[in-house]
């Protein structure tokens, strides 16, 4: 499979926000078109709703997840572990690389945006952004932990060395 670290990444900079621009680039892959991915991915942006809680990319992680691994059998207690356990291991990556799974920590601020509406998107708001880097490596984590069936170890030290 190629790479599509760079897509995602892309993706933010024309305008989508972090959730969608890491799950709109792979859905196609576990077999959801590309409107559908936006659409679903949509609210979980801006940690969830613009609240600064779990991170975008995060969240996308694990809806990528799912849509490969995920279970809809109600009865099966292993299934259920089974897909709680790879999204942790993930969502460890993630932290272990950044410091924090949670959008405000990670961005530097304090508690709740006020309002729901999203930022401007100009040349300040991409340069005062860690997101293109944050999205890259979950796009990273997804490609070896999900999608190559490897472990993300190899972009952790990569990773805290860019930082």
């Known amino acids: 499979m190629e790479s599509r ?56 992680m694990a809806l990528l997840l799912g849509l490969k691994e995920g279970n809809s059998n109600a009865a099966d207690e292993e299934a259920k572990k089974r897909i709680y356990e790879k999204t942790r291991q993930m969502a460890d990556a993630f932290k272990d690389i950044n410091g924090s799974i949670i959008c405000r920590e990670l961005l530097g601020i304090d508690g709740r945006e006020e309002s729901a509406a999203p930022s401007v998107r100009d040349a300040a708001y991409y340069a005062s952004r860690p997101c293109p880097r944050l999205i890259a490596c979950a796009a990273r984590i997804v490609e070896e932990m999900l999608l190559s069936g490897e472990s993300a170890l190899c972009c952790v030290g990569e990773e805290k060395r860019k930082a």
């Open 5 to 60: 670290v760079n897509q995602a990444v892309a993706l933010f900079e024309s305008g989508y926000n972090c959730a969608q621009s890491l799950f709109a680039a792979y859905a196609d892959l576990l077999g959801m078109d590309r409107e559908a991915a936006l659409k679903l991915s949509s609210p979980m942006g801006a940690g969830i709703g613009r609240m600064r809680e779990v991170c975008g990319a995060v969240s996308s």
